[in-house]
């Protein structure tokens, strides 16, 4: 059912691509819950709405990067890196004395706490002694949600290289898989049937394909400069098809509405 677009909010959202070229250049990906109400059994970046935590400014002091982080992107890549904490287990953090953050039980017992609410994730960054490496994080694409569908999100994606020493798993909860997958790889299962990718993960996972690797990825997206896309829907004689902008960076791309969602 088509919603007035006037009565639906945009609610800010956030979205990590975790990527390493060893043992091959592949993203990290998670398998959202059937029951899930949002993207159900689809094949996605891990990401998710941003809370209230993420704009406590008492991050200023936990975050390494937040000088040179816009200040409407602070929340958004708090977010991120919270997302995938909960998601996936990988904490982009760092001690205070500049090194990697390579993970303990401590910060594993605490996932479940951080992912439901009962604890804030700021709380377990200063439990820790750790900052977040908000400069971790390169923007690569920015886009907001259909008018027409019932819930909507402006949503930062963003690429950052993963440690190499943290193990990725799925939380059970809102995603019940996490596999290490190349973009081409992930794209081709979509095309013959084999994983359900939505319209904005499968056109990020092309634009990330163009790359030889996740060094290149990232400074490719470094260099790109972010174009917020807002797909509009239109009718064509095989169907209603959500279109995009052409300068977006992804080229002509349009698919059929029963395909996308």
């Known amino acids: 059912m088509i919603q007035d677009p006037a009565t639906v909010p945009i609610l800010g959202a956030a979205t990590i691509l975790l990527v390493r ?11 959202r819950h059937h029951q ?6 689809a094949l996605v970046f891990p990401g ?20 040179t982080s816009a200040s409407d992107e602070r929340a958004p890549r708090i977010a991120a890196v919270r997302e995938a904490f909960e998601e996936t287990g990988v904490l982009l953090c760092r001690h205070r004395d500049g090194s990697p953050f390579s993970g303990d039980g401590r910060a594993a017992a ?18 820790l002694d750790l900052q ?5 994080l390169t923007a690569f694409a920015r886009w907001v949600t259909p008018a027409f569908m019932p819930r909507r999100f402006d949503t930062w994606f963003y690429i950052a290289l993963a440690p190499l020493d943290q193990l990725a798993a799925c939380d059970g909860w809102e995603t019940v898989d996490a596999e290490w997958i190349g973009p081409a790889e992930a794209l081709r299962l979509a095309d013959v049937g084999a994983r359900k990718v939505i319209f904005p993960t499968r056109m990020n996972l092309k634009l990330l394909a163009e790359a030889s690797g996740a060094k290149d990825a990232t400074e490719r997206a470094k260099a790109r400069p972010v174009i917020t896309v ?6 064509r ?12 960076g992804y080229g002509e791309a349009s698919e059929l509405l029963s395909k996308a969602l």
């Open 237 to 248: 004689p095989d169907g209603s098809r959500l279109v995009i902008p052409a300068d977006a």
């Open 132 to 136: 977040i490496d908000l400069g971790a």
């Open 21 to 31: 070229d060893e043992p091959a250049f592949e993203v990290l990906m998670v398998k």
């Open 48 to 67: 998710g709405k941003t809370h209230g935590g993420d704009h406590d400014p008492a991050w200023e002091g936990q975050a390494l990067g937040w000088e």
């Open 110 to 127: 605490a996932r479940d706490e951080i992912a439901t609410g009962r604890r804030a994730f700021l709380e377990l960054t200063m439990e």
């Open 36 to 41: 899930i109400d949002f993207a159900a059994g």
């Open 230 to 235: 807002e797909p509009r829907l239109i009718e």
